[in-house]
């Protein structure tokens, strides 16, 4: 079965850290462009950050620039999320995404979805 499983969500305190992972099973990660993306109840999902599968590139909304880090371990088939210095509005279940064009990933149309986790900021 493919699919994708997000784990690493938890309630933290402002200024906290968090490693969200997304783990991979019946396909293989390193030949996929990657994504995670965020969403509060009465809004849109949004991206958080993506990478590239060619180069590894990778991008990061403003909102999270400095703070977060996208990186992808090929060895466990998975890809995980860094969160720094967490804020309220980061407060949002977390998605992670694959597709095999990075443009599909920008434009929130991924092959696959993983089922979310979610993060609660707050003291």
């Known amino acids: 079965q493919l699919q994708l499983v997000e784990s690493g969500g938890d309630l933290v305190q402002p200024g906290g850290s968090l490693r969200l992972s997304c783990a991979a099973s019946?396909?293989?990660?390193?030949?996929?462009?990657i994504g995670w993306f965020r969403q509060v109840p009465g809004k849109e999902r949004e991206g958080v950050s993506c990478?590239?599968?060619?180069?590894?590139?990778?991008y990061y909304a403003d909102s999270v620039k400095g703070r977060f880090t996208i990186s992808r371990d090929n060895a466990k088939n998975t890809v995980d999320l860094q969160m720094n210095s967490l804020k309220p509005d980061d407060t949002a279940v977390y998605y992670c995404?694959?597709?095999?064009?990075?443009?599909?990933?920008?434009?929130?149309?991924?092959?696959?979805w993983g089922q979310g986790t979610q993060v609660t900021v707050s003291s």
């Open positions: 995404a694959a597709d095999q064009t990075l443009h599909n990933i920008v434009v929130l149309i991924p092959q696959y």
């Open positions: 019946g396909f293989t990660l390193e030949d996929y462009a």
């Open positions: 990478m590239r599968s060619s180069d590894g590139s990778t």
